[in-house]
């Protein structure tokens, strides 16, 4: 009963999302709603998955400093990747969430320096904070209300001096003596001098200007002369004067005038007042933000100071009145059932029993992603669907309450760890190509000053063996048309050392296929298409009769094309022959894109030859469009029979002579 009644004050989990963490908020206010709900108005706490990267960075380095100064013993890895789970960053950022969503309680305290960080890890729902969070801003600051315990914040006391003994110490350096209470005066003329300091107080108000606006009635003005200021400046004045009482008369009323002494009760005015009350309404006691978002023409000194000056005024009793006929109005606390609705997440097959491998749309032999154990009584699906991977019982509590796995892993961005040893299994494309022979040096620049880098994947020996081993998991050909989704390789990686041990012994043979070396593609290609060099100066010189008709703007707008005739012989995209032809489009003039200068691949020239433009001719329209969509298939053309020669008619003669024709 006691562990379900949540009360004002209570950190409690909140569940937004079956899927996601709970999240962690501090109950304000339960306000009941028109239709009969309760409401709870809560202040957010935010986790380390909930802010960027840079500010994570930020409470790293926070962390390393606290664990320094605090002198924290020696964790291990997997302790410091748990112990991320447990820091919250607080804000003040209210929100109302329905009370029927709340899942539990949880323990939040500020981080002390006394606090040992691995007790946290031996308590359940136990966090801690050290730093506010503003979303807004996107910012990371130091809690200012820490209470500052530990060796360095503890007074030095010296040691007791022997009797007889005198103090060596100047005592004008260490304190200022502001009141003598072995003086020559008795208790009532100390009270008779305060009177008429307080008189004079009076009698100065009535002179100024400004006071006599702000409290124009008598008993204002005698009610402002009679606080603690001018009681402060009446024996200030006796002590100056060695308590001569004449001597004091006179520096009370000089030949100017009487002495005015206001605080900041009288200094600050009445819209001034109205703002601190309604900046004390939203922040509390943080006088550094009521300053700098309310009152930043006023010192922190001065703020403080109206504070405990306004604690005494009767609008502060009447403000903590309303407040508390406002609570009295308020729920306290709510009562709210255990939730045991089932989670969606959960894997369940028709007719089998919750939590068994076989469980419907999982493959068999899959782990827990957390603690990897194959046996759990339930178990949830975890991360995104495609990668299909779960979690047991226990590491999904974990999961929902602490926001991450026991164990880092490649999901959570866990991070690699490379040994100097070990090869580099990624090289950038700027360093494989400068590492060619056939690049020259001003090439290998040209490639450094690349911004953008791609990568090349190095398989290892046991996912080349998991890729024939496990190809029903993998299905390779359906992962080559969906580039972009994921693949669980913990999952094909478990199968695969399951089915290792009962494959085939036999090798696997594999058709050997001859393939020319680099040298000798890149001569081929140098003798089939030699270089041109531009003209120097001058208009450009055609590549063909078709393009000097052409205007200058339109070939501007026009893209590249592939390269696939070289001298006038046909050539696909992976260097085969076509049968006949080469493939062309009729489509409409395309918008270049813009491209970066380092970016952009080495020109290609397309040079048309007289055959080309002649099986052009042959192809129809739609042939040229399935062509342009499948550019890595060969076209095939059907060339017309060419025409019968006509028989040369022989035309009959009578004689065999020559005719000669005359005019």
Wanted: proline share 7%; charged share 25%; hydrophobic share 35%.
């Amino acid at each position: 009963m006691a562990a379900n009644m949540y009360r004002v004050g209570d950190y409690v989990y909140f569940e937004n999302s079956s899927s996601n963490p709970y999240l962690i908020r501090r109950i304000e206010e339960l306000n009941k709603t028109a239709n009969g709900n309760v409401e709870a108005k809560v202040v957010c706490l935010f986790r380390r998955r909930d802010i960027s990267g840079n500010l994570n960075t930020l409470a790293d380095s926070n962390a390393r400093d606290f664990e320094e100064e605090s002198k924290q013993p020696s964790i291990s890895e997997q302790q410091k990747h748990q112990l991320k789970h447990r820091e919250l960053f607080l804000s003040r950022q209210f929100e109302s969430l329905p009370a029927t969503h709340i899942r539990g309680k949880c323990n939040v305290t500020l981080l002390n320096e006394t606090d040992v960080l691995a007790s946290y890890l031996e308590k359940e729902d136990c966090f801690f904070y050290s730093l506010v969070f503003d979303p807004v801003q996107k910012t990371l600051l130091a809690d200012q209300g820490e209470i500052r315990v530990g060796s360095k914040y503890q007074a030095e006391i010296p040691d007791k001096l022997a009797e007889g003994e005198s103090d060596n110490r100047i005592q004008e350096k260490l304190e200022t003596k502001v009141w003598d209470p072995d003086n020559q005066l008795k208790d009532p003329q100390i009270d008779q001098f305060l009177v008429v300091a307080r008189a004079v107080g009076t009698f100065a108000r009535a002179l100024d200007c400004s006071s006599s606006i702000r409290q124009p009635s008598l008993h204002m003005s005698a009610a402002a002369a009679s606080r603690d200021i001018t009681l402060f400046h009446a024996m200030d004045t006796l002590q100056k004067n060695g308590y001569d009482l004449a001597r004091a008369m006179s520096t009370l009323v000089p030949q100017g005038g009487p002495v005015l002494c206001r605080d900041e009760m009288e200094e600050w005015s009445a819209s001034e007042a109205m703002l601190f009350e309604e900046a004390l309404e939203k922040y509390g006691k943080d006088f550094n933000d009521i300053r700098q978002d309310f009152l930043p023409w006023k010192s922190l000194a001065s703020v403080v100071q109206f504070y405990y000056m306004w604690k005494t005024t009767d609008r502060y009793i009447q403000q903590k009145r309303l407040k508390a006929a406002e609570a009295d109005s308020k729920l306290k606390q709510v009562y709210i059932p255990t939730y045991t609705k089932p989670n969606p997440n959960q894997i369940m097959a028709p007719g089998n029993k919750p939590g068994m491998n076989g469980a419907a749309g999982f493959q068999k032999g899959l782990s827990c992603e957390s603690c990897h154990t194959i046996q759990s009584p339930q178990w949830y699906a975890w991360g995104p669907p495609n990668m299909q991977c779960r979690l047991c019982a226990s590491c999904w509590i974990y999961w929902k309450k602490y926001g991450g796995l026991k164990t880092p892993t490649q999901l959570e961005g866990a991070a690699r760890v490379n040994t100097e040893s070990a090869p580099r299994v990624h090289m950038t494309r700027q360093e494989v190509q400068g590492l060619s022979p056939f690049t020259s040096s001003a090439g290998r620049a040209k490639l450094l000053a690349k911004n953008r880098q791609t990568f090349i994947l190095q398989t290892t020996k046991l996912t080349r063996i998991a890729r024939r081993v496990c190809q029903d998991i993998l299905q390779p050909r359906r992962a080559a048309r969906r580039p972009y989704a994921s693949i669980n390789a913990n999952a094909v990686k478990a199968e695969c050392m399951i089915r290792l041990p009962k494959a085939s012994k036999a090798p696997v043979k594999n058709r050997p296929v001859v393939r020319p070396s680099l040298a000798t593609i890149v001569k081929e290609l140098a003798v089939q298409a030699p270089l041109k060099l531009k003209a120097p100066r001058g208009a450009p010189t055609p590549i063909n009769r078709n393009q000097a008709n052409q205007p200058r703007a339109a070939s501007n707008l026009l893209g590249k094309r592939p390269y696939d005739s070289v001298g006038g012989l046909p050539f696909s995209a992976n260097g085969r022959p076509f049968t006949s032809g080469m493939r062309t489009t009729s489509q409409s003039v395309i918008k270049r894109q813009k491209v970066n200068p380092g970016d952009a691949p080495n020109p290609v020239v397309f040079v048309a030859t007289k055959d080309t433009r002649a099986l052009r001719k042959h192809l129809s329209q739609a042939e040229m469009r399935r062509a342009a969509r499948k550019p890595h298939l060969p076209v095939r053309v059907k060339l017309p029979l060419p025409p019968r020669p006509l028989p040369t008619p022989i035309l009959p003669s009578s004689t065999s002579e020559p005719i000669v024709l005359e005019d």
